[in-house]
């Protein structure tokens, strides 16, 4: 063969079979066909998903947000890369936060709740007796699309139509979609919440928020991978290493302190449009040495507004604003600003 | 100039098949070339002291205080994790090296592989030799790659000594705070710098495309140089996270992952994954520039 | 620079040994690099077992054409075949047996020459890996680089390297040695060494390229010339048919040479003074009459003898009518 034709074809077959492996790992996983599944009502649906128990799994959770605010590194909630949730099927779990190059761990063996975080290296036991698991931890919480989805779907099934639409592939498993759509009533910045329920254990595999206006999922929390099947028991217990910094936490005292310090927040609203009001802890804003954090971030993230419930700063982001006024009352809500001032209004 | 007239050629017509050098032989004289070299040296003894220059000291500043904020880019909160864990501190090292450092050594051995060369007019001899051009390509990548894995490899074991010094073998923890053995916590480095290499590997490959078209090895070191920091421009920039992915270092901070137990490996399946494709565009865009061009 | 093939018509062109099948050729080769044209039409026949010197000027493409012949370089057009295989197709096949010096000496400065020899002969098809370090030493010894051959190349001289690179395409027996100006940087007596060695290589029967700018040493050393000019071979041929074809002349010794010139001027027969004696053009006249003319004038000959028409003489003819036939074209 002509060497430069030669050259040309090894050039081309080259760099088309590295360009397809660059493409493949471009395309998001779990994309793919939607599933052919067996129709199911959404009562139905909804029904198998509260009675199910989540059975024994390992897998990663993805976070991802398009709030619209700027990138804040070291904030908490919206810096989380990922999560490793590992769960026996009987109540101990594992999961792993991965926030950038340290790692949140929290195992719970059976009563006991280890926390541990690499990048301090403390390691914090709790006496999880008193509270439900799901409760015990708001990290937890989040990283469990299981308790995410299902209470999500109570709480809403009277402001919302509930309905099945469709399949979608997730984690490379078949689920169902249940979409939850605002009834029109309701004043809302968003559009619906889907959820995706894997059709064998009807276990929630994805959450999804949509707003009005956009294609994309404002937040979306879910599955990337997931695997069904026993674990290693060693997952679920946890020694502290050598070294680590040891403390043990009642968190239930110290949660129940700063509520009475803050007073009880409380539900304007209800549906989709319910807002939370309540009064900030003075000194979270006011001394300690995260006041510069806290306030400093406000101003770069808020803008001022007044009216007759008085003044403060605005955070809209694409699911929600909130508005921290200037005499340390807050509101917020997946809902516009006119509702938040409403809110404000009524004392 | 005396008379050795015995090296004469006997006429021999029945010897005029095709015949070339054995590939192992110019393996050894292209691996003897590279580490002749006193820059490679020096490069591999600035490597290996990296590792103990971190681990001293974070010895002297003693207590590293908390870190603040936690995932801080390149491995800046593993550093702080590294004081008093033998296990993170060669991946530590490995995490930060492997921003710039690492790097730019990949594309320097890549430069002086045939820019490098060309420019001594030494590319001439073994071609005339000869060494067929895809022979010759093969050869160097090799080369590229050996040296990739001696770079990841002796930060490791510096590392691993450094580490296993100041804080003896108890000290191996895992990110998700899990005691490991001594040969869990090497096989966890191995991995590491396995990975490490083979990334470097792919940076190697495309130093190679690139000093293919060049004279300069130091076109090629500036290349790469700019490469490698608008890719990481680029990593930070949301708005273009559909060109991450094949962005090479996209994976590069998830070298953190060995460190977790147990261990993720989604990450750096796709990041070896990435390398891979990387190596196959460059490598063979290299031989089609190598096997047209004038020696 | 159109198609102008073979300038001067010489005699001898292409008139070699038909015999055996040529060591080295060359068909129409073209070379282009953009729009500038390195070498063009470019026929060449090398001999087997001849010396061939390659003459010509700096950027007459000696060097583009050697390069092509050995395969580095890919023609534009046309065809080369070394030792019976297409060039660069065949270089496989070709190359083990050709030795080359290319564009001077290319070698590694941290490495010393020994360690630079030995990384070339990892690369020789025909040795064996026992055989490298003994072809190495042997080829230093034969270049005068045995004392040197520990020390860091970049401490070599001029001469050195030159050397170094003449031991590298001596490091197997070939059957063919391709020397690009392998003189350059030499003094005398390596220059010497230098046509002492092909002398060698001749003798044993192997077929020799020498590209130079200086004519002395093709002609001291060559069996055959090919004097390229501006990218065309102008004279290709035997070196002794060459020479002859030069103006006819006759030099003349003699004790009083400006009277010799003086009287032959009176004759209206040219001539000019010249190191080995007086020297007559024979274009209008003959040897007799010269020699008549002379004595007539009372001139004392010690000897007259038919004139070697120097390369010197031929080498700056044919380029010269080149570049005029170009101007009046």
Same mark, same amino acid.
């Given at each position: 063969m002509n060497p430069k034709r030669k050259a040309l074809a090894v050039a081309v077959a080259g760099t088309a079979l590295g360009a397809a492996g660059l493409g493949l790992l471009a395309v998001? $996983?779990? $994309?793919g066909e939607a599933p052919e599944l067996p129709p199911v009502g959404a009562q139905a649906l909804v029904q198998s998903v509260l009675e199910a128990d989540p059975p024994a799994l390992a897998g990663t959770v993805a976070f991802d947000n398009q709030l619209g605010l700027p990138s804040m590194p070291g904030v908490p909630m919206l810096d989380m890369d990922s999560a490793r949730v590992y769960y026996d099927g009987e109540g101990d779990s594992r999961i792993a936060v991965q926030d950038g190059n340290s790692e949140q761990t929290i195992v719970r063996d059976g009563n006991t709740v280890w926390m541990y975080d690499s990048a301090t290296d403390t390691a914090t036991k709790t006496d999880a007796r008193s509270h439900h698991p799901r409760e015990e931890n708001p990290q937890g919480r989040m990283s469990d699309p299981a308790a995410a989805a299902a209470d999500l779907v109570s709480d809403l099934r009277a402001s919302s139509t509930v309905s099945v639409d469709g399949t979608a592939r997730v984690a490379g498993r078949p689920a169902y979609e249940l979409v939850l759509t605002p009834k029109p009533e309701e004043r809302t910045l968003l559009r619906e919440v889907r959820v995706a329920v894997d059709s064998e254990s009807r276990l929630p595999l994805r959450l999804s928020v949509l707003t009005n206006g956009t294609t994309e999922p404002a937040l979306q929390l879910g599955f990337t991978d997931i695997d069904f099947g026993a674990q290693p028991a060693e997952l679920f217990e946890f020694t502290p290493p050598r070294g680590a910094t040891v403390t043990e936490a009642e968190p239930d005292v110290e949660g129940a302190r700063d509520a009475a310090r803050a007073g009880e927040p409380r539900l304007v609203g209800e549906g989709w449009d319910a807002v939370l009001v309540g009064r900030v802890p003075a000194d979270v804003l006011s001394g300690g040495e995260e006041d510069g954090n806290v306030r400093g971030m406000l101003d770069r993230l808020s803008t001022r507004v007044s009216g007759d419930w008085g003044s403060g700063q605005l955070v809209s982001t694409s699911i929600g604003t909130a508005i921290l006024t200037d005499d340390g009352r807050f509101a917020l809500g997946a809902v516009p600003q006119q509702v938040l001032t409403k809110a404000l209004a009524t004392r | 100039m005396t008379e050795t007239l015995e090296s004469a050629p006997p006429p021999s017509p029945a010897a005029d098949g095709p015949s070339r050098a054995p590939l192992p032989r110019l393996l050894r004289a292209e691996l003897r070339w590279i580490f002749r070299r006193p820059r490679t040296l020096v490069v591999l003894g600035l490597l290996a002291a990296i590792p103990v220059i971190i681990g001293v000291a974070l010895t002297l500043v003693d207590s590293p205080g908390p870190p603040d904020g936690g995932g801080d880019g390149d491995g800046g909160s593993l550093v702080a994790t590294a004081a008093g864990n033998a296990l993170v501190l060669p991946i530590a090292a490995l995490a930060m090296a492997l921003g710039l450092l690492l790097p730019l050594t990949a594309a320097m051995v890549g430069g002086d592989a045939l820019a490098g060369e060309q420019a001594h007019g030494t590319l001439r001899g073994w071609l005339l030799a000869p060494v067929s051009r895809g022979r010759l390509l093969f050869v160097k990548a090799f080369g590229v790659a050996t040296f990739a894995v001696c770079a990841a490899g002796v930060m490791a074991l510096t590392g691993i000594v450094t580490g296993l010094v100041i804080n003896?073998?108890?000290?191996?923890? *895992?990110? *998700?705070g899990t005691t490991l053995t001594f040969p869990e916590a090497l096989l966890k480095v191995a991995i590491a710098a396995g990975w490490v290499s083979l990334q470097l590997w792919a940076v190697g490959a495309v130093a190679l495309a690139i000093s293919a078209c060049t004279e300069h090895p130091m076109v090629v070191l500036a290349s790469v140089l700019g490469g490698v920091v608008v890719f990481s421009v680029l990593q930070f920039l949301d708005a273009l996270d559909w060109l991450h992915p094949f962005l090479l270092n996209a994976s590069w901070q998830d070298l953190a992952d060995v460190l977790r137990d147990p261990m993720p490996g989604g990450a750096l399946a796709e990041g070896a994954l990435r390398a891979a494709c990387y190596i196959a565009i460059a490598l063979s865009l290299a031989y089609a520039r190598l096997s047209t061009k004038d020696g | 620079m159109s198609t102008a093939v073979t300038g001067v018509d010489v005699p001898g062109t292409g008139a070699s040994t038909p015999a055996s099948p040529p060591a080295a050729r060359t068909r129409g080769l073209r070379k282009t690099y953009g729009s500038t044209v390195a070498v063009d039409h470019v026929d060449l026949d090398i001999p087997e077992g001849a010396v061939l010197g390659m003459l010509g000027p700096n950027g007459s493409g000696k060097t583009t054409t050697i390069r092509m012949l050995l395969g580095l370089v890919r023609p534009t057009a046309g065809e080369a075949s070394l030792l019976g295989h297409p060039m660069p197709a065949g270089a496989a096949h070709a190359l083990p047996h050709v030795g080359a010096l290319v564009e001077g000496p290319g070698f590694h400065p941290f490495l010393s020459g020994r360690e630079n020899l030995l990384r070339l002969g990892a690369a020789e098809p025909k040795l064996s890996g026992r055989e490298i370090p003994r072809a190495v030493d042997a080829a230093l010894e034969r270049v005068g680089l045995a004392g040197a051959?520990? #020390? #860091? /190349? #970049?401490? /070599?001289?001029l001469g050195m390297k030159q050397r170094l690179g003449l031991a590298a395409a001596l490091l197997v027996p070939r059957r063919m040695v391709v020397l690009d100006e392998p003189t350059n940087g030499l003094d005398p007596a390596g220059t010497r060494e230098v046509r002492s060695i092909i002398a060698e290589l001749h003798a044993a029967g192997v077929t020799v390229l020498v590209s130079s700018h200086l004519l002395a040493e093709v002609e001291a050393t060559c069996t055959h010339v090919a004097v390229l000019h501006a990218g065309t071979v102008v004279a290709q041929g035997e070196l002794a048919e060459l020479l002859e074809s030069g103006s006819p002349g006759l030099v003349v010794s003699t004790p009083d040479a400006a009277e010799a010139v003086e009287a032959l001027r009176r004759n209206r027969i040219p001539s000019r003074l010249t190191p080995e004696g007086v020297r007559v053009d024979l274009t209008a006249t003959t040897a007799p009459e010269v020699v008549s003319a002379l004595v007539h004038a009372g001139v004392s000959v010690h000897e007259a003898r038919r004139a070697r028409t120097g390369l010197e003489d031929l080498f700056a003819r044919l380029t010269q009518q080149e570049s005029n036939g170009e101007v009046s074209r």
């Open positions: 998001p $996983a779990g $994309a | 003896g073998t108890d000290a191996l923890v *895992s990110l *998700s | 051959a520990t #020390r #860091r /190349y #970049r401490g /070599y001289s």
